[in-house]
């Protein structure tokens, strides 16, 4: 069900602390962490607690937490003392997502290209 954490997710499991994180911010809903193998000085993740497949169904089935995500993401900024930063949902396998558990990267700490690859 949407929603409910899923057996074989990565990022439930790190939710539920049953994999290491490198957490840097916990809201009631939301989670940050350090990406495993990052492309910028910082690369964080900020995820849901619950688990949707992509941004779009969780902007669908809980609008109140994707709204928290995007607010988790300036709040990372600025953990971070980043003046700039880059948002990034990667949503299907020929964007590059691979996890599929709705998920923003926050990247910066360096000068950022644009448009990106
Ligand atoms: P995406 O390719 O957009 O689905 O992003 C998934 C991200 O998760 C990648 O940037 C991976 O480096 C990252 N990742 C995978 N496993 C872990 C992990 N155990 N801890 C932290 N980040 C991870
Ligand atoms: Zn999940």
Redesign the pocket.
Known sequence: MAGEPHEDC?FCK?VEGR?P?TIVRETETTVA?????P?APT?V?VIPKAHYQDAAALAAGAPETAAEVLRETRAVAEQERLDSYRT?F?TGAGA????WHA?A?VLGGRGLEWPPG
Do not use: S
């Not at 962490?33 to 193998?37: G, K, L, P």
């Not at 590059?96 to 996890?99: A, F, R």
């Open positions: 990565l790190i994999i994180a962490f350090r990406d495993i193998n492309q690369h993740l990034i990667n590059g997502q691979t996890v998920h990267h």
